[in-house]
């Protein structure tokens, strides 16, 4: 009875030893594991931020330019989601101020001719009274 227990008590420790040796085994795969996950959560984190910023950096660039007050930038739009609808919207809004200040020059050109002919006008009828 001495040997089997003996035994037995040998076995439990070899039993022991090795759950042991396996539960080292999964910690360092577990921490593996997590630290690959860390990794590639980073690097997904990363590329969405500069999926999300370089459309929004090219936004704000055409807005100040068009701020600064030179509209003859060309806006390209290249995606459909909401920076895409930005930058067209912003496309729109510097093709309308184009069309508002061509507008704005004509009227402008039309109303100095209309004036210099008022002004030519009434200087002939002068030089006719003095002669």
């Not at 040997?3 to 999964?26: D, F, G, I």
């Not at 007050?69 to 912003?90: N, P």
């Not at 184009?98 to 030089?127: C, F, Y």
Request: charged letters at 20%.
């Amino acid at each position: 009875m001495a040997k089997l227990y003996a035994l037995n008590t040998l076995h439990s420790q070899q039993a022991a030893e090795h759950v042991t040796a396996t539960m080292h085994v999964a910690q360092k795969w577990v921490a593996a594991v997590c630290a690959l996950i860390t990794v590639f959560g980073i690097v997904l984190a990363f590329v969405i931020t500069r999926v999300i910023t370089h459309p929004l950096r090219e936004a704000v660039a055409v807005a100040e330019t068009v701020a600064a007050g030179d509209l003859t930038s060309r806006i390209e739009v290249k995606s459909q989601d909401e920076t895409g609808q930005l930058l067209r919207a912003l496309r729109r809004m510097n093709e309308n101020l184009m069309q508002l200040i061509d507008g704005v020059r004509t009227s402008a050109d039309s109303i100095s001719s209309a004036s210099q002919q008022i002004a030519s006008g009434v200087q002939r009828p002068r030089k006719r009274s003095r002669r």
